[in-house]
């Protein structure tokens, strides 16, 4: 069972434009929520994350919007900009487990 | 700082070999863990440590040992390879176990034949 779901496996999007990535969750205990970044051959890096508690969180392009009615959460990058072309992944955690479930990943391409 | 580092960053196993992959940090994190990254699968928790000897087992641990006998290190071992452990393999670590970001690897690209 999926508890964190990332529905589109790619995206492609024109260098300039917003570029919007989704995650869906379906466990109502995760309270913590971050975004990754992936090159290819490289670790994941740390990009941006948000508490349960806010409904926002804005770091530079990047801005991540939380809706825990709906169980999503979405990453907004503006503007968008070829370096920006990796694998992002969602991933959730609970408070006190020291674990993190990650979704399965969507590919951005910026065109330039 | 080297950040993670991790070793060998390939390896070809035949099944029923037994390996180590090691993990290492230099950043005196207390948590670190261990990740597998699958085709369609995202990637998945084996096996984590908040502390030296401390350990506890992630979504996927069946097939998977770790000990964390000092801060920095933190090795996974394979006892007896399967096909279906050909995974990318990536070690993380973050200052305290709550902190929400973690430090990755480069990963190690597994193959068992």
């Known amino acids: 069972d999926q508890q964190v779901k990332q529905n589109s496996p790619s995206l492609s999007v024109q260098e300039g434009r917003i570029s919007i990535l989704n995650c869906d969750y379906t466990?109502?205990?995760?309270?913590?929520f971050l975004w990754y970044k992936k090159y290819p051959a490289e670790g994941p890096t740390f990009l941006i994350s948000?508490?349960?508690?806010?409904d926002k969180n804005e770091d530079g392009r990047f801005t991540v919007f939380l809706n825990k009615s709906a169980k999503h959460l979405s990453l907004h990058i503006v503007p968008s900009q070829p370096g920006d072309s990796a694998v992002y992944f969602c991933?959730?955690?609970?408070?006190?487990?020291?674990?993190?479930?990650f979704g399965t990943g969507t590919r951005l391409k910026v065109l330039a | 700082n080297a950040g993670v580092t991790q070793t060998p960053k390939f390896q070809v196993l035949k099944t029923g070999q037994s390996m180590t992959l090691q993990c290492a940090q230099d950043?005196?994190?207390?948590?670190m863990s261990w990740y597998r990254q699958d085709p369609g699968m995202g990637l998945r928790l084996i096996h984590y440590?908040?502390?030296?000897?401390?350990?506890d087992q992630g979504e996927v641990p069946n097939g998977y040992n770790v000990s964390r006998s000092t801060t920095e290190d933190f090795p996974l071992r394979l006892l007896s390879a399967a096909p279906s452990q050909t995974s990318v393999y990536f070690c993380?670590?973050?200052?305290?176990?709550?902190?929400?970001?973690?430090?990755f690897g480069p990963g190690t690209r597994l193959t068992v034949l």
């Open positions: 993380a670590s973050s200052p305290r176990p709550k902190s929400l970001e973690q430090f």
């Open positions: 991933a959730a955690s609970t408070s006190g487990t020291y674990k993190y479930i």
């Open positions: 950043m005196n994190h207390e948590y």
């Open positions: 440590s908040v502390g030296a000897g401390i350990t």
């Open positions: 466990n109502s205990m995760f309270d913590y």
């Open positions: 948000i508490s349960s508690i806010k």
